[in-house]
């Protein structure tokens, strides 16, 4: 079975601050895709990054970064130099690889970042 | 990726009618999906919709209350029947495969009076 576990259930930063979001995933496959999500409070999904199992390199993207370690099975999610715009709620997910693909999420983490 | 078109956006619904949300991909896949967000909490898979068959429910949803719709490889629809006010949450549909991802469309926050 799949399992996602977002170890924070809230945070709430000072802007400017970094903050990390964890996600420690759970799979038997050797095939499989971690996700990022941001939610605002409009409701809507908004993609970040998508991670294949095969491809453990650390990627950047603005004051975004992600560190994904198969060892650890944890897939964290970094901003740099947080803003008040950041605040919403992150979800991590998991999907398998294969015909049988459905995705996992997390609980989910609210952040604020407070001005 | 997939830009997926959902609507409507929000609705606040009397106790006992339906609502039909509705998403148009812009492009052909195979299978759609449907979430329920309830407030505070994750998404839970409602069905998938896979064109030309019945959907596939999950565990805690059926077919009466849940009817999906699946006329073509760009468009689905979910209705949500005889509403309660625990039915009040955040609906998504999305577009799921390994090669492109997953993207969900915007969401239809429905709020039962």
New interface residues.
Partial sequence: AQKVTQVQTEISVVEKEDVTLDCVYETRDT?Y?L?W?KQPP????V?LI?RNSFDEQNEISGRYSWNFQKSTSSFNFTITASQVVDSAVY?C?L????SN???T????TLLTVNP | SAVISQKPSRDICQRGTSLTIQCQVDSQVTMMFWYRQQPGQSLTLIATANQGSEATYESGFVIDKFPISRPNLTFSTLTVSNMSPEDSSIYLCSVEDPLIGAFFGQGTRLTVV
């Fill in positions: 095939t895709y996700f999500y409009s409701g809507e999904l993609f998508r979800f997910a999907m398998r690889g294969g693909y459905k995705l999420f997390g609980k989910g």
